[in-house]
């Protein structure tokens, strides 16, 4: 039922060729998904500053250049954000978009045309170890393109906790903080101890044997004895990133 | 939005109070799911012949009665039915409602007021050992007070083939069939090769060490090699028999 | 013991040269499996429409290649459906039979040759992602082979439920509705209480980290909350459609 | 290191006793933790609104009353919350401090004298069915002594999308949402999609059989395709409440 | 069909009221499964020497005692055991039959009739630690009513493989040996590579913590290094011995 | 201590030089393991009709020829058994012992030597599906090699039961049984329930999804309802045969 | 074979009866464990200082009473040590033995006679929270009992690192450290970070929900990115304690 | 607050700038960490004979040698490790660094400088398998380069313990012994049963089926029933020889 069957319907009842009634019953029995708008606008003033976002694995080169440029031309001011992407993926996107960027760390391909500030504070992105940097750096990227001041802090794991105090007053400054950590995941429970913001830990698939692919990690965030914590997927620095934005919406 | 709050609205545009236009821009911004009453009277109907169902456990007897009652009275043409019921549970309805009756085997409250056939074939409840007699004798109530026709057969497990094929002219006649097994849960694999109808499997928690609740079971059916098998939660005889009916709708 | 066997011993009997009692005896002796004739007949009727089905995945092109001749020519007007195959094997098979088709999405080489319609309402398949697309594909082809008439409706998951409700009159239209989803696995929860038909529900591979390969929409479909659902195996796109064709069997 | 010490030291310094470099090699060599002030004060800002907070479970009525009062007496301004409490628990408080409160359905015994206003806008706690209650109502509880306004919307799962949907306006005036879900926890992904603000979702273990104690709504959480979900232990209203007053902080 | 039934058709073929080719065509469309008395017969031998067994648990003592006085009575030779059976189900029992006993240890109620020895070996059965006893002990009763030589080898575990190794004469004179185990279930392995007979290893749930109910013996059962190992479930000694009594049946 | 060293010492307790408490003294702080050569012995009897083994997944063809080689010279009367082997494998063996030969279904190289018959009856291989047929046929080439009669029969799943009963006779008549079957594994049940002989059950790591690599069947096997039944380890059919082998020795 | 048996064997080779050769022969015909004897004396040395041992989980108080008084009574100078003991168990050992003490946080029922000194070093036995004191107890009991020097820090978890380095110089002083945690077991991995000795963790149950009894803290330790971390089994303070008590031997 | 800020500090409260209890006043504000000099001493000396180490898997071979290069010229007199390292990353080492080595079986590349003995005792090593020695030498790799006298013994199965027997005095010289097993992982627990020194465990990923990547192996030594064992993650013998290592400090 879209805007014209709608009109149509007013205008019989204005003409008198519909009772008042009658349209009511009319109305009834119409979908009414189909009203939505006010749910469309809405959320169009929701998505102000959110990239539109690409999965890119399993998906060709030329599938993702393909959505990536459709992206970039419906929502012309937006940020484009395509994760979990090859170099290759990125070279047909590039071809098509030149001012793409490729993020080789993140795995990402960026279109960053919106450049407001949209968080209020800033967002800290840490690591436990070098081999989480690839998930942070996805968590970086796209805190960045969702218009957030963003900082990180690598290689900071537990087993040195010296590194990690003599960087707390980076923590104290922070509104939210993402934690990366593969492995035993207790990175976030010593953040969180330390700081009076929300920490939102991802794990990491790092780590082998009983590490088993990140499970190790989740759970232990799951386990977290700091109440500040709340956990995402393995490996999903993206959705990280996306949850810190949204609380550090001004 | 109700009924008079539409009804108003095309007054307003008959009485040209308000343009077509301007009523269109009205109604897109109203909460829309209100408009949803054709969805209530279309699940009415499909709602018939359906019980309403308290699931009992965890709820003291006091509680049971209370919500039985309730919708007893509110749905006075249905039937009422309390599943995983404990007696003292039943003898707290019963005070209150004397025609409900017990069904210990089944662990179910039943007020079968709805005798209705709904369903056109007969429904067949199996179960492969006798201590998943209580989960067959839920989806067996349920069915019953669903508007089928039902028969059972018990204790026919694959160990004992001959048992099975003794009584293959009755699985032929069904027109949909539940089976319940714990341990290996092998059972619907054979039945499903037996006959061309669909085999609703239920793993039970029947069994001990490896079994792990049923956990056994459950996979043993997710990979039949008979086509025709699909599976719902362990125990679950309720929802069994719940598809079942559907299936068997006329 | 063949039917010539049986045939001499009756006419032993008809010539007195074996008494009824004896006959009894000898007949007592003989392997009772190989009367099981009527069971055959019987089958055969019930496997009317059925699709010959050849599970692909683990075999060369030339061994695909062999048993769908081999199928095509003994079940001449039988419909064959080779599952889960890569476009080698379809080329293999295609020097042999020109007629055999090959549907890339649905990884199935199919051979259409019954189009009769066995199935009285129609199935609808639903995807809630894109990557579900391949199993729900491997659905639409199976039912189609079956003889059924298909819909499908791709792309509504629940995180964006106004698609899913646009569509709300398509699914009141079908008369059991299979759906495909990955990573949480809550569509058919949506959609069961949407309609008042089963619902088949498949667990895709499709997700991450804790997806565990399907794990978790696994779960979750066996825990939906909606009565009306019941689960097959992860990826089973094809047991998911020949329980479905049970189900609209006329 | 008190800080007598340390006056001590530069005490020596100023008179000469000791030069500036002999007391660098001296405080080189204390232990370096003691000079920790700053981070206690630092904390005690960051503590403002917060509750103290006992886990009741597993400790007995005496060890809970003791602990509480001990806590009450020593931060004489603050709400204390005592999550998992039983009634007796209660009472063996409410002899020695006769204004704490028993929630019965939150199982919470709560102390509330900080009646400040701490978070900027309203926390929303929904729950799936009824029996999510108990978890729900911890996180209303503890997000109210946190200082926050609370709402609560229970029994509006999946399964039954109208009802969540009637109450949409509400969920769009929430800065955060707590979603509490058992069985196959899909309700968070649902909210996730109709809003933009963080969502934490709790799983609970409601359910039974493939429920596993909550791993199958734990599991469908972390999947959630909505990207704006983040999750906490299961049954752990506490920390979900916890964190959403972190993020709804001024 | 039963031979009356058979005899009936034999007469009227003989009487010439049924041609021998009707007559197959009728037989063809009985069910064929009542034909099996050949395999009755073929089964009463293989069963010779075979007891009637009850599973206790979950049963109340009247039902015990109502099903072993069953047993007893159309058995009559045979022996009857009961496992998993409390006192109280014994005391049920011996009202009825004064006969039977209890053993405490195995939790079996037995009546051991039939004292042939149908074994040709002897049947050992070994406890890697004290707390397996009862899991052993099981195996013990079974082997003895299946009428073997039974002995048994107690508190060997690996953890002091001296004790074990004082007993070798007695496993080299073993046809097969039972191995029950807790813990890490390393014993089997042991005992495999002493002997050149086949080991049927029990897992039991003794242990605690990473023990996961008996799951560790388990795994550690199938993945024995030594070959001549197999494994039955949990906790079931019933089962290790009733595979024993076969591999030793003369 | 090597026979020499023995000897030496009663040499010198015979010519006096050590008295015979001395000596047992001297014997006591030996290390005893060496005097284990009845031990040798005794195992080299048990051993008649062994084959040598060999694991060859992860060796590298050059290796697997070396040890082959070897085994082949240092065992000169015994067959040789190279299981889970490529064809590579086999070219490098078959350069250095012509007679050597490969079985490409059992992925087996094979020396067969010694062609007497150890075992007493015949031991029947069975597989569910055609894919589980490898491991069925690595159980054939192991019991050959060990010198028994060995029977087959495939493709006979509990999803066509008619099937297998077809060849009841063949199962009637076997002294052991292996039985091969992947997803859900219930094959061994049925066949069970069927005989009277041990059954070694061998789940397979055929199917897809919730079949967990052999997992479902694995636990199938476990909790059969047929007490005759023990399983071994997945895809383990060297084991199987190697069982059932000394179950049918003499 | 005792040392008699030995004796006569070389008298006879003394006195001619015997040659040389045939007393080899017959050394090597007899079971060769029992000349064991330099193992025992060698482990009676090595089991200085060790407790003996009861796991009284599981056995009546009579039970425990009659092990532990038989032990002390043979064992009269060693230390006897009764774990996961109960109250009532005490009580019926202390009614035959007056000096045996109970400690109830640890669970332990200790007869401390051999007060020597047997480690070099201290051993800091530290909890995570205080729910894992319990488990630390046990651990401090039974290293107490093995002639250490014992120390013990409590409740310094993670999420408060301040507490943790404010003893920093406590943990330089330690030859090996026990840290026993529950939820996500971080603290291992810290403590592990700051000092260079061993640290032996112990998981412990404590936790909910996610905690799954200990697996979580588990696999956190299991994957300590701290390498001087070894874990035992969940809850096992008396393992760690007995490893630690061995790694400080003098 | 490096040491420049800290003179500056006392020279300000030497020359009155500053009154003491104005500076420590400014000293309670100034990050605590950067104190933290003694720590940093303290540990030099703890790490004296470790080496520096490199996790070279999922590195490139340039990024290894960088690293590698790096290390060796920043700790000139350390032992440098690279473990899990392929021979191309080796390659890559040598070009920059002549005297580094490969040792292929321990997959390592060494830099061995620091010959000195750290440790007092020797570390055995042993491995169940032949397959289990690449993580053993990984083990011997790890512990010769932090100063240990090592030894090796492998392919020590509990399937032949006379293997294991006929060396149990290296076993009694040792202070402490790694075992490396995977399968069953048995041999741990007879190992710790025959020696009064630690035992450091190691699952390994060797096996199969229900070996499950290891966890087999690692749940047996965690349930091991010897008191002496404690465990690492799978695969890890670098963790293991640290440990050790660290045990046999003198």
């Not at 923590?171 to 953040?191: D, H, T, W, Y």
């Not at 692919?213 to 759970?219: D, H, I, N, R």
């Not at 993206?238 to 949204?246: C, E, I, P, R, T």
């Amino acid at each position: 039922m879209n805007a014209d069957t709608l009109r149509k319907l007013f205008h019989e009842v204005r003409s008198g060729k519909l009772s008042p009634d009658e349209a009511v019953q009319r109305l009834r029995h119409l979908p009414f998904e189909d009203l939505g708008f006010a749910k469309l606008d809405h959320h169009r003033a929701l998505r102000q500053g959110m990239p539109e976002v690409i999965f890119s694995e399993g998906k060709s080169p030329t599938q993702v250049a393909k959505i990536f440029t459709h992206l970039a031309a419906h929502h012309e001011r937006s940020n484009i954000l395509a994760t979990r992407a090859a170099e290759e993926q990125y070279n047909a996107v590039a071809t098509q978009i030149s001012k793409a960027e490729y993020r080789p760390l993140a795995r990402a391909i960026t279109l960053h045309r919106d450049r407001r500030r949209y968080g209020k504070g800033a967002i800290l992105v840490m690591s436990a170890g070098t081999s989480d940097i690839p998930v942070a750096e996805e968590a970086v990227a796209t805190a960045e393109l969702m218009g957030n001041q963003v900082q990180h802090l690598y290689d900071v794991g537990v087993a040195g906790i010296h590194r990690l105090l003599a960087h707390k007053s980076l923590l104290a400054k922070s509104r939210v903080i993402i934690v990366c950590a593969g492995m035993e995941g207790a990175l976030p429970s010593v953040v969180g101890g330390l700081v009076g913001v929300p920490v939102v830990a991802v794990p990491t698939s790092v780590g082998y044997g009983a590490a088993f692919e990140g499970l190790a990690a989740l759970l232990g965030m799951l386990n977290s004895c700091a109440s500040n914590v709340s956990v995402v997927n393995i490996d999903n620095g993206f959705g990280a990133a996306y949850v810190a934005s949204l609380i550090n919406r001004k």
